[in-house]
């Protein structure tokens, strides 16, 4: 190989070297920064039993801001953490910092909005509201008051958000012009949980005539649901399945019956806090089974309906708990075969 042609392959090793290390840092320079988070929320409560409000303190707090079209993150803060909280590390405009306790059926509330650019004192809201159905109408009036003080610093941040959406493409081939590329901003998912998983017991209290020959029955049962939005509040459409089971005894013979529905469920809540009242319907067939001493066993399908109200009790986020008052019907001739089923029942919300 010529001293000439030695050189030209050394000048092309360099060059692919260059182009395979420069390439990438070239790449990596050309790359959208990451989106820098608006306002960062600090949810710490006083007390370690007042864990269960903290879902419900942070949705109020996203919901409010987010609508404001600013971008949020919800941060688990100890007490020691919203004392003096920096925003800049953990990449965040702002920190509102949201601090509550409960006692005697009183949360008290305090909302700290600490500004990370300009370093002044922080903007603070406090508030006091019983522990009942208006709990995140109270939080909400609260995160109110912060806004409109500092509401020429969240005007800012949502204008500049809404500028960091508008593109310029390259000039037009044609007329030599930039096409300007308005690109709408999608905002953060509601944290709403809309898939709803129920399981619980209740006793079957037999009433009518269905009183005279039926004993108290057994009832479990299993609810499956989704949630959707609706004017008047969430709607959950499911599937229920039951047992209920329960001895007969007559003049004459005695049976243990069965009745197994299934059916839809229709259900609409009250509201959002971790207390949600709500009101119920299901109807469907039912696989009625009587297994007597003297004629053996009789199957029939017959139509049921049961319908009642409730109350949710959220322990957090996802898990919670209700208790049911239900009446059940089924359509059993000549006698109907109806009662009451109080029932505690788990629930798991996704």
């Known amino acids: 190989m010529s001293k000439h042609t030695w050189t030209a392959v050394r000048w092309a090793g360099l060059a692919v070297l260059f182009l395979l290390g420069g390439f990438p840092l070239l790449a990596a320079n050309l790359e959208p920064p990451a989106s820098k988070i608006d306002v960062v929320v600090l949810i710490s409560p006083t007390q370690k039993q007042d864990e269960v409000f903290r879902q419900l303190v942070a949705d109020a707090a996203q919901y409010k801001l987010q609508k404001l079209g600013l971008r949020t993150r919800v941060v688990a803060a100890t ?28 949360m008290d509330v305090t909302l700290g909005w600490y500004d990370a650019t300009t370093g002044a004192s922080p903007t603070v809201v406090e508030t006091t509201g019983e522990v009942d ?49 308005t690109i709408t901003p999608a905002r953060p998912a509601s944290p709403t949980r809309r898939v709803l998983f129920s399981g619980g017991f209740a006793p079957f209290l037999p009433a009518g005539a269905a009183a005279y020959y039926f004993n108290l029955g057994y009832l479990p049962s299993l609810l499956a649901s989704i949630f959707i939005d609706t004017p008047m509040g969430p709607l959950g459409l499911g599937l229920y399945l039951g047992m209920d089971y329960f001895t007969a005894t007559g003049s ?46 009789v199957t029939s399908v017959v139509p049921f309906l049961k319908s009642g109200i409730g109350l949710d009790l959220m322990m957090t986020g996802s898990l ?29 919300r996704l």
């Open 320 to 348: 919670g708990i209700n208790v049911l008052a239900d009446y059940d019907v089924y359509f059993e001739m000549p006698y109907l075969v109806m009662g009451f089923s109080p029932s505690v029942n788990m629930e798991l």
């Open 79 to 106: 007490p020691e953490e919203t004392q003096q909280p920096l925003a800049k590390e953990r990449d965040a405009t702002a920190a509102l910092v949201c601090r509550y306790g409960v006692e005697a059926q009183q």
């Open 252 to 297: 004459q013979d005695y049976a243990n019956t069965y009745l197994l529905p299934f059916g839809v469920d229709i259900r609409y809540e009250l509201g959002s806090a971790f207390l949600r009242p709500f009101f119920h319907v299901a109807g469907g067939p039912a696989l009625f089974v009587m297994v007597t001493g003297t004629q053996g066993t």
């Open 133 to 181: 159905l208006n709990l995140d109408g109270v939080i909400l009036a609260a995160l109110d008051q912060m806004i409109a003080k500092v509401h020429d610093r969240i005007q800012a941040m949502a204008d500049r958000n809404a500028s960091d959406f508008v593109q310029v493409a390259p000039a037009s081939l044609t007329t030599g012009e930039p096409k300007i590329t």
